[in-house]
């Protein structure tokens, strides 16, 4: 269908040099392999996006069908598009207390989230930069972290609520407690992985252990600290939302937690779609932000 | 004769668990000051072990080495390493890798300006200025190792230590930075201490050669001075009798009296 359109744009972009091509000989040859890019960029977007696009199309329909018929417990989505139409065309509606657009439910979880990832990062790295320099400290810490990473995020709530006696530094700690884990784990592994060439250009050069860790540690061991990084953004949005159900608030978890209680299975439906979107996008932003700082570290 | 560097009663024993290595056994060598000095054996034999011990990487187990007759045991850029693999850092440009050393080792004599001039100055003696902004995935090994020397140079220490510079490069490449070695001793008189398995690469640099026996427990088995006048130029050389009898003598070492033998 958009065969015939394409063909007419490039068409339309080849035309105008030819017509005034008689002086600038080079004129030519130059335009048409842009129009070329251009068509094959339209290409290859096109068979990313459109399989997906077919998929997602699919699955509507099977849920449309399954769950159209009367009696049935999850709403189709047609009727989900119709009950959350509200939430989703205006997400900025503030009716006080915890009637609030989504867009304030999403942020105050991103804003926890962001507390407790930018705490863990920070302790994990430092952690992590110990236990993989030093072997008595690892022999001394790794045991406990194998141990306490395998504890389920929630398991630690009621321990927090009861140190902390609130919601927020509760919710805090859970997402720190969760995501330090594989920040700890995976630094480690890089510091320990730093080739001992690099070690001896420093020892050669004489950096002091403030250079040696901000000039070779650090960007050597860069890669391995964003994989973690990433796995723990991943954990800490996992975490939240389930805390959140927990501890009540604004925020995503409760919100969910609320339209069950409300039987608004069409608002729960809404806000699972933001929360996959969201961490889909965390974990894109973490991993791009690795890719631009580990860049000529990886290779060799 | 003033003995600038003093290797001094070396030895080396590694320690694992219950089983104890003797790797380097009363190793002493006194180099002079702008001596360009090869050791060569058989891998295995402990030449790198040795380097490291002077580069003072590793620790002896015995003896020590005298820099200017004061003992040095760690390392330091009074004597720079140009290692095998060029362990240039990958995140940085070359012209960032070669100022790490400069910064540090010029940090309080010179301004920043002067240590800029200096980086340059350095990639330029080894051809390399025009790269500064490369960085090192982006150039080719004999270009990696170049700023290697550079890096090491910039420095300006006492002693020069090369371990195995140009093994991992090609022929073509090899003999052309070899030549680039010959003319930068030339020039600046820099003390150099090489250890090499090549022993074209060594007769054609060294002033003297260190021939060192198989391990364990290695020794210097013996040295040769190579009586050439330099400038040498590789393609005289190939028919000069002087240089092939330095040869036929390291050969001989080598591979009559202290043939490899496979490592049990």
Redesign the interface.
């Known amino acids: 269908m958009s065969m015939p359109a394409m063909k007419a744009e490039m068409s339309a972009v080849v035309t105008p040099p030819a017509a005034t091509a008689a002086p600038v000989v080079t004129m030519t040859p130059k335009r048409t392999p842009r129009a070329e890019t251009y068509a094959r960029m339209a290409k290859e977007t096109a068979a990313r996006v459109v399989p997906p696009l077919i998929v997602i199309a699919l699955l509507l329909v099977v849920w449309e069908l399954i769950c159209r018929r009367a009696g049935s417990s999850l709403p189709p989505p047609s009727k989900v598009f119709k009950d959350t139409r509200e939430l989703i065309l205006d997400p900025f509606f503030d009716h006080g207390g915890i009637d609030k657009g989504l867009f304030w439910h999403l942020s105050a979880s991103l804003q926890r989230v962001a507390y407790g990832f930018s705490l863990a990062a920070v302790a994990g790295i430092a952690l992590g930069t110990l236990v993989g320099q030093s072997v008595w400290a690892m022999r001394g810490l790794d045991p406990l972290f194998q141990v306490l990473r395998t504890i389920p995020p929630l398991a630690w709530l009621p321990l927090s609520l009861a140190a902390f006696r609130d919601g927020q530094p509760s919710a805090i700690f859970v997402i720190f407690i969760t995501s330090v884990w594989p920040i700890i784990i995976n630094t480690a592994v890089g510091i320990r992985n730093i080739p001992q060439d690099y070690r001896n250009v420093a020892a050669v050069v004489q950096l002091n252990p403030l250079e040696f860790f901000t000039k070779i540690m650090i960007p050597a061991a860069a890669p391995y600290m964003f994989t973690g990084l990433r796995i723990g953004i991943g954990l800490s949005w996992l975490a939240i939302v389930a805390a959140e159900m927990l501890i009540g608030g604004v925020g995503i978890g409760f919100f969910i937690w609320d339209a069950w209680n409300s039987s608004h299975i069409s608002e729960i439906i809404l806000a699972l779609f933001y929360v996959g979107i969201i961490g889909f996008v965390l974990d894109r932003l973490i991993a791009g932000l690795g890719k631009v700082v580990t860049r000529g570290t990886a290779a060799n | 004769m003033q003995a600038y560097l003093k290797l001094d009663h070396i030895d080396k024993v590694f320690t694992r668990g219950n089983a104890t290595t003797e790797v380097l056994k009363d190793i002493n060598l006194t180099i002079e000051k702008g001596e360009y000095v090869s050791i060569i054996g058989h891998s295995g034999c402990g030449k790198s072990t040795l380097l490291n011990i002077v580069?003072?990487?590793t620790g002896a187990t015995n003896g020590g080495v005298l820099l200017e007759n004061r003992e040095v045991n760690?390392?330091?850029?009074d004597?720079?390493?140009v290692?095998q693999?060029h362990?240039l850092?990958?995140?940085l440009t070359v012209y960032e890798n070669v100022k790490?050393?400069v910064d540090?080792?010029f940090a309080r004599t010179k301004s920043r300006a002067e240590r800029d001039a200096w980086v340059m100055h350095n990639l330029s003696l080894v051809q390399m200025a025009h790269a500064k902004d490369k960085?090192?995935?982006e150039i080719s090994g004999g270009m990696k190792q170049r700023v290697g020397i550079a890096r090491a140079l910039a420095?300006e220490p006492k002693v020069l230590l090369l371990d195995e510079p140009f093994g991992a490069l090609d022929a073509l490449t090899r003999a052309h930075l070899q030549d680039s070695a010959m003319a930068l001793h030339q020039k600046l008189g820099n003390t150099i201490l090489m250890i090499t398995h090549d022993v074209d690469e060594a007769v054609l640099l060294s002033d003297r050669i260190v021939m060192m026996t198989n391990g364990p427990s290695a020794r210097i088995g013996e040295v040769l001075e190579v009586p050439l006048a330099r400038p040498r130029k590789r393609l005289e050389l190939a028919t000069n009798p002087g240089y092939l009898k330095c040869r036929q003598r390291v050969l001989e070492f080598l591979y009559e009296r202290h043939s490899f033998v496979e490592a049990a």
């Open positions: 580069a003072g990487l760690s390392p330091g850029p004597r720079a390493v290692f693999n362990s850092l990958p995140w790490l050393g540090k080792v960085r090192p995935s420095m």
